[in-house]
């Protein structure tokens, strides 16, 4: 997996079909030397090489440097930009030394005159063809060292092309929208400045030559930074031909005082390569993620069917209620039920509350011990809604510890859905959280928490730290909820830890490995869901997406779904139902039962099985996806219309990731198919009329 070809000076990290190189330059650099799919012997990979020398100025020459100081005569993006003790800002790091130990690369850097080291690390993932990489700032000095920037690292695509660029952009309500350009010979720049990860623009991209790649074919360079915090990915095109992208912990506002034996570890990014599309991108990731990323707990554990009770009740939640749900819940086979905001503190509404995690004894004077107990006789899991890193001004815990939350003294504190973010730099308030929520958890039997954090930074002092470590909230924070969380499942590894931001905002790889699945986004109108679960699958798993059935005339919308429709969308994901139950006829609740019945049976191909997009919603009246079980024996697709005009016939359905010599059968079909078959000329959809859906299941024939 990992060469090293001395007289040459590079060093070679293979996949079963990718590869990454890097070489020494006759500088003392380190150099990225190739990137792409894998060659068939170590002397194909390319030595450092000299992209571009200026001839006026002496020093500036441009290598393809994977981590460049700031310093010298450099000009593009640096990843690490320090001030040491005596008021230098200029870095001139050379190479040291190398290690290779238990499949990780390690290279070695110093200032040359500065006692500050930095070690790059790179590790190869075959089985997906990905790479990780993040490196380590260290000061190995007696006196604090500044860090104003400390990204990941840089990678070049190669040069004299022109390239695509692919990402997910959005806002509330519409996250992880498929997006596009044209790489102009300029600076690009993908981030979030908000505290969390963000609706707005998530952490990754994809690169194609041309704009040629399409789903199931051509050549895509990638990427994905895990990290829940300010991010930025920085992505420069300039006249010489060459593509740089570099990426980690946004410097905006940005300073890490650097104390002498400490050292700064950035993000993780993810890096790879395909041949095969865009597709092939989607399907890398998401294994990566099912059986790397997430916490191992529940990594190959089957998501249980939700029920969530916000919509039903809002904040006026108490127990009588919860239970006449959670039974409505359990008859329709219902296995998680979760209470929702509302049980806790003197909230009656989002002005008060926050921050006081104890139970509300007149809403609920058994404690929630007759609640739970009730949950479980009816064969269901107990969950429970928490905001752990928010506070509102009218609690017990602001009163008390007012100078917890992030503020600046001589300003107002702008006020966010009526709630202030507390400090998770703080070790006090760190622990604090830590009790409250451990003692909750150890004294109920509480299966799911639902983690939100329903609002972005403002004001983001933190007054009673030394200034020049004031700026180093935007990181901590994020660590902290990474600390918080990691303390939380081993003491409760039987807990799912969902993540949620006001929908969408905070998933990325960072946040995967604590959490078990997130919350995609507030709109769940299943039309609009399903253009934000196509650009979510371009990233993330199904396995993680937590999909509801809510009500047939959307909030968000105004539009009228049928119930059926609704449910076949929630399906493509982990299923759950947040609508009012109380208002459900007996027929809506056997046709839930019946639907519910028929996801169990399919939901190990959904949440584990390879995913295929076979017609996009963007891109014409039908849009449908398809889920392919492990071992290629049985699949199940999706299928939906939005409209039927002019009375057009609607295409054949292609079918992927089928067994080409295999014969299948189609649920309600005699005649067997061949996969070739069903992959090159389709199958007929008999829709007619608007928003129709169909689940259709495919199974390796019992041929004698």
């Not at 006026?316 to 209620?321: G, I, K, L, S, W």
């Not at 859905?417 to 004294?443: C, H, K, M, P, T």
């Amino acid at each position: 997996m990992i060469k090293h070809d001395s007289e040459r000076k590079i060093w070679v990290l293979e996949g079963e079909r990718f590869a990454y190189a890097l070489g020494l330059s006759k500088t003392g650099t380190i150099i990225q030397t190739y990137f792409g799919a894998k060659l068939p012997y170590l002397s194909d990979y390319p030595e450092p090489e000299l992209i571009a020398e200026y001839p006026y100025t002496v020093g500036s020459e441009v290598y393809q440097e994977t981590f460049m100081g700031f310093g010298k005569a450099s000009y593009t993006e640096p990843c690490l930009k320090a001030t040491f003790e005596d008021g230098v800002r200029d870095l001139k790091l050379v190479f040291i030394d190398f290690k290779i130990s238990d499949g990780v690369l390690s290279l070695q850097m110093k200032d040359s005159f500065y006692p500050l080291e930095v070690i790059l690390h790179y590790k190869i993932i075959p089985a997906y063809d990905l790479l990780e990489m993040h490196s380590e700032v260290i000061n190995c000095g007696n006196a604090n060292i500044l860090l104003e920037q400390a990204l990941t690292g840089s990678l070049y695509v190669p040069r004299d092309e022109a390239y695509r660029l692919t990402y997910l952009s959005g806002k509330w309500a519409g996250e992880t929208q498929l997006s596009h350009t044209q790489l102009p010979d300029t600076k690009l720049v993908l981030e979030s400045r908000r505290g969390t990860t963000s609706h707005f623009t998530n952490p990754f991209f994809m690169l194609d030559r041309d704009s040629k790649s399409q789903e199931d074919h051509g050549e895509v360079y990638f990427g994905a930074l895990a990290f829940s915090g300010n991010w930025k990915i920085v992505i420069e095109k300039d006249r010489l031909g060459m593509v740089k992208i570099s990426a980690g912990t946004n410097d905006f506002d940005f300073a890490w005082n650097l104390k002498p034996g400490d050292n700064f570890v950035t993000p993780i990014l993810v890096l790879g390569f395909v041949k095969e599309g865009f597709g092939a991108v989607s399907r890398n990731l998401h294994r990566y993620q099912r059986e790397e990323v997430l916490p191992a707990e529940h990594r190959s554990n089957p998501r249980k069917v939700l029920y969530n009770s916000w919509e039903a009740t809002s904040f006026d939640v108490n127990e009588d209620q919860q239970i006449h749900l959670a039974k409505i819940a359990a008859s329709i086979g219902v296995e998680l039920f979760v209470m929702d905001d509302g049980w806790f503190g003197a909230r009656n509404s989002d002005r008060a509350g926050l921050g006081d995690w104890v139970v509300n004894p007149v809403k609920f004077p058994n404690g929630l011990h007759r609640l739970i107990r009730e949950v479980n006789e009816l064969g269901m899991d107990f969950g429970l809604w928490i905001e752990p890193e928010m506070v509102n001004p009218d609690s017990d815990l602001y009163r008390t510890h007012p100078d917890w939350v992030y503020h600046f003294p001589t300003r107002d504190s702008t006020l966010i859905r009526n709630q202030l973010i507390l400090n998770l730099a703080r070790a006090d308030v760190r622990q604090y959280l830590f009790e409250s929520i451990d003692r909750l958890l150890s004294d109920h039997n509480i299966r799911f928490i639902k983690w939100d954090m329903n609002r972005n930074f403002s004001e983001p002092g933190y007054p009673s730290a030394p200034r020049e470590e004031q700026k180093e909230i935007w990181f901590r924070h994020a660590e902290g909820v990474y600390e918080l969380a990691r303390k939380l499942k081993q003491a409760h590894p039987e807990v799912i830890f969902q993540s949620c931001s006001g929908g969408g905002g905070r998933v990325d790889l960072g946040i995967l490995r604590y959490f078990d699945q997130v919350w995609t986004s507030d709109n769940t109108d299943a039309f609009d869901r399903l253009k934000i679960q196509e650009g979510f699958s371009y990233a993330y798993c199904s396995k993680i997406m937590e999909s509801w059935v809510t009500d047939e005339v959307s909030w968000i919308s105004s539009r009228k779904l049928t119930l059926t429709y609704r449910f076949h969308c929630a399906m493509m994901g982990n299923l759950g139902i947040g609508d009012n139950l109380l208002k459900w006829s007996p027929e809506e609740q056997q046709e839930a039962r019946e639907l519910i019945y028929l996801y169990k049976e399919i939901r190990h191909i959904v949440q584990d099985g390879d995913q295929y997009r076979l017609k996009s919603p963007s891109q014409g009246p039908l849009a449908s996806v398809m889920y392919v079980g492990e071992q290629q024996e049985e699949a199940v697709v999706f299928a939906f219309l939005h409209s039927r005009n002019f009375n057009n016939n609607l295409p054949r359905l292609r079918l992927k990731g089928l067994r080409s010599e295999w014969l299948y059968q189609i649920d309600g079909l005699e005649q067997l198919f061949s996969g070739q078959a069903l992959m090159a000329i389709g199958i007929k959809l008999d829709f007619n009329g608007d928003f129709q859906s169909k689940v259709i299941r495919i199974s390796k024939a019992k041929t004698p």
